[in-house]
């Protein structure tokens, strides 16, 4: 099947077209970018011309900032195309709940990807908290951003989500492998003097459950979540990618997420079904409404 991709940018180079390259299922057929191309590929600068030019192109596949996102995915599905979303899903609640509502209404797939989900240890470490009683959990998520996100600006701009755009991620593991829902009951966040959007956050959620965000470390990397439960505990670590447990279980494997979300979009379209989990961008969403604000030094890349 042939897939366009929207927005050449780092992520799109880094991870979507070397997944759509080695897939059994996609085609890269073009590419949408005011600069970025792909060698090879059909290049277009306007997504209305692409949509008019190529109506045998099924699926588009968008890696653009969530603000943005919402116009393209609403053409694309209104132009009966298929809709992969990068994530987070979109800049709101409503807009992606919009999208969902064009879909079902014409018969068409919309995947809300969460590509830490397809990390190595995450099945398994839902498997392995299927039936046990959660005592405490604890995410330590922190990175360097200027290392993932060099001058881009647009990451502390209303929209980029801050320290949450890396941290969503954490949040999609632990709403895919925790065998209870949980519910933010309180937030404190940290926001750069001249920054619109938080570079460090600690949140606090039912059932003994917390996270510790923070984009400003160097160094190692630390993309961590620890579980405790009546019957052992288990560790995730480097983004889920390598499972550990009190009883000695080790598990670890390859960065393939990005080939196991197209492969996942092959089948919902195959399927003619949807996969679209908000799960993650509501305990976001709670974490900006009940925070406390905190203001520190300024940030500059």
């Known amino acids: 099947m042939k897939v366009a991709l929207v927005g050449i940018g780092k992520i799109a180079v880094d991870q979507h077209v070397p997944a759509i390259v080695a ?14 191309t792909v060698a090879g590929v059909p290049a277009f600068t306007d997504f209305a011309a692409f949509l008019a ?13 969530p603000v943005p996102r919402y116009d393209y995915a609403r053409a694309a599905l209104l132009a009966d195309r298929h809709v992969m979303l990068e994530k987070p899903p979109g800049a709101t609640l409503a807009e992606v709940q919009d999208l969902c509502d064009i879909a079902a209404a014409r018969g068409l797939t919309l995947f809300a990807t969460w590509h830490s989900r397809m990390a190595h240890g995450v099945a398994p470490a839902r498997a392995w908290l299927s039936g046990r009683r959660v005592t405490r959990a604890h995410i330590t998520w922190r990175e ?9 600006d647009w990451v502390f701009e209303p929209g980029g989500m801050g320290v949450f755009d890396p941290g969503i991620n954490a949040l999609s593991i632990l709403t895919a492998i925790l065998p209870m829902p949980v519910h933010l009951i309180g937030a404190v966040l940290e926001y750069p003097g001249n920054r ?8 606090t959620f039912s059932g003994a459950v917390s996270a510790d965000f923070d984009w400003r470390q160097q160094g ?18 480097h983004g889920g ?9 080790k598990s670890a494997g390859p960065d393939r997420e990005y080939r196991a979300l197209y492969a996942r979009m092959a089948e919902l379209v195959r399927a003619g079904a949807s996969d679209v989990d908000l799960t993650p961008m509501i305990h976001l969403a709670d974490a900006l409404s009940l925070g406390r604000r905190v203001q520190t030094e300024p940030f500059q890349f």
């Open 220 to 237: 190692p990397q630390t993309w961590d979540i620890e579980v405790e439960t009546d019957d052992g505990a288990l560790s995730l670590r």
């Open 241 to 249: 990618a390598v499972l550990e447990t009190s009883g000695g279980l």
């Open 23 to 36: 897939s059994p299922d996609w085609e890269l057929a073009a590419t949408i970018s005011r600069q970025g």
């Open 53 to 65: 030019a190529r109506p045998d192109v099924p699926m588009v596949s968008l890696c653009l900032p």
């Open 144 to 152: 360097d951003v200027r290392k993932w996100h060099p001058g881009q």
């Open 196 to 203: 619109a959007t938080p570079i460090a956050a600690r949140l």
